[in-house]
């Protein structure tokens, strides 16, 4: 079951993803084997493949929206049985012992949590790879339920889309009363106007693009702001309480900064290296602003945010696509033409 795997991989920044078979590790006592049904295709999955970050090791086996149920568990595994519907986001390990994993923040493991692909499994050295595949050997810690009622297709892109958008709203107390805006209408955008709405809060999307209002609208937004409009930025001044930011590339966060109000914060999500042009000091001063950062979830609250989602009738907009159009999908990706998440079907890749 744990070998000769079949997989998409890139095996160069400038190659398209192919086939692809590899071996994972054989299960241990507190592992759980996972049929994947689907998973959601991120943004970071084509920066990774791209080497966007410099740190891509060849070949990835890209994926970290995984849905899939249950084929086999380790004797020591409490939690789930053969069956069971679950998923795995982006990571799949940490120390345990650090102040971030003791507080169930595992993504900011100060040893550095071990990613879903792409990353080294602390027990035998061996590279991770990621969704892009038919099956995939995790520990328990790093499984999460999806709760009946959510359906398991629309459920992948949770698991990434899902927790990144969801945990900033909920750290920085979003709620009744509070204006959030969200910039960039994709992934993560999409679920972030969808979770800030569901959270009380009066919701706009700033986007540039002006074709996207009406979905915008159907999506959870009360407004919607063209950025590339200077009058209508400028009649934002002061506006809101809490930013989200989700532009994945280099970009001017000043004109978002002049329309937070008094002690409102801009979160970036989209790892763009330097902030550049830089932030002028009189933005952040004039008006106590504040720029951070925020990187998907812990274990907990990611369990949490599928909860929320069953509860509350959440799900990710997706179009399904076969393992085999994954280079059409990320040359779509590059031009925002996605709506709004794809989702790999992995049965694609038994055709
Ligand atoms: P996506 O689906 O491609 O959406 C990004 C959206 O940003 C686009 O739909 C577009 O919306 C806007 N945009 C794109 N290029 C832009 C540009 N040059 N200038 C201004 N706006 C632009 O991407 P995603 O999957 O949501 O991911 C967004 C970013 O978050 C990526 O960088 C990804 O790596 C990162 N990410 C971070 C985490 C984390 O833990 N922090 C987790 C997952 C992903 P409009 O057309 O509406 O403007
Ligand atoms: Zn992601």
């Given at each position: 079951m744990t070998k000769n795997i079949r997989g998409y991989a890139a095996a160069a920044p400038d190659a398209q993803l192919a086939p692809f078979q590899f071996t994972r590790r054989e299960p241990r006592p507190d592992d759980v084997l996972i049929e994947i049904l689907y998973c959601g295709v991120c943004h970071s999955d084509l920066h990774q493949v791209r080497n966007d970050w410099g740190n891509t090791r060849y070949p990835v086996v890209p994926g970290h929206e995984i849905v899939g149920r249950v084929a086999a568990v380790g004797a020591a595994v409490k939690g789930f049985r053969p069956g069971d519907l679950v998923g795995v986001g982006?990571?799949?390990?940490?120390?345990?012992?650090?102040s971030s994993c003791a507080a169930g923040?595992?993504?900011?493991?100060?040893?550095g949590a071990t990613a879903t692909y792409n990353g080294t499994d602390r027990h035998d050295g061996l590279p991770t790879y990621g969704g892009y595949s038919e099956r995939i050997v995790a520990s328990e810690k790093f499984v999460v339920r999806i709760p009946a009622g959510l359906d398991p297709k629309t459920a992948a892109p949770l698991l990434c889309a899902g927790i990144t958008s969801y945990s900033p709203l909920r750290h920085w107390k979003v709620g009744p009363g509070m204006k959030v805006a969200v910039v960039g209408l994709g992934g993560l955008g999409h679920m972030g106007l969808k979770f800030a709405k569901a959270m009380g809060a009066e919701v706009t999307l700033v986007t540039r693009s002006p074709g996207k209002e009406q979905e915008a609208r159907r999506l959870g937004a009360d407004h919607v702001l063209i950025s590339a409009d200077g009058q209508q930025m400028a009649a934002a001044a002061g506006r809101f309480d809490f930013i989200l930011d989700t532009v994945p590339t280099r970009h001017d966060l000043n004109p978002y900064l002049?329309?937070?109000?008094?002690?409102g914060t801009l979160v970036l999500v989209g790892l763009i290296g330097p902030v550049d042009p830089p932030v002028h000091s009189a933005m952040l001063l004039l008006g106590r602003k504040a720029v951070a950062g925020s990187c998907i979830g812990g274990i907990a609250e990611t369990q949490e945010m599928l909860d929320f989602c069953a509860a509350q009738g959440v799900t990710c907009d997706v179009e399904m696509i076969a393992m085999q159009d994954i280079n059409a999908a990320y040359e779509r990706l590059l031009k925002s033409d996605v709506r709004y998440r794809f989702v790999i079907d992995l049965a694609s890749l038994k055709d």
């Open positions: 982006c990571l799949v390990d940490s120390c345990g012992q650090c923040e595992e993504q900011y493991c100060l040893q002049s329309t937070l109000r008094l002690n």
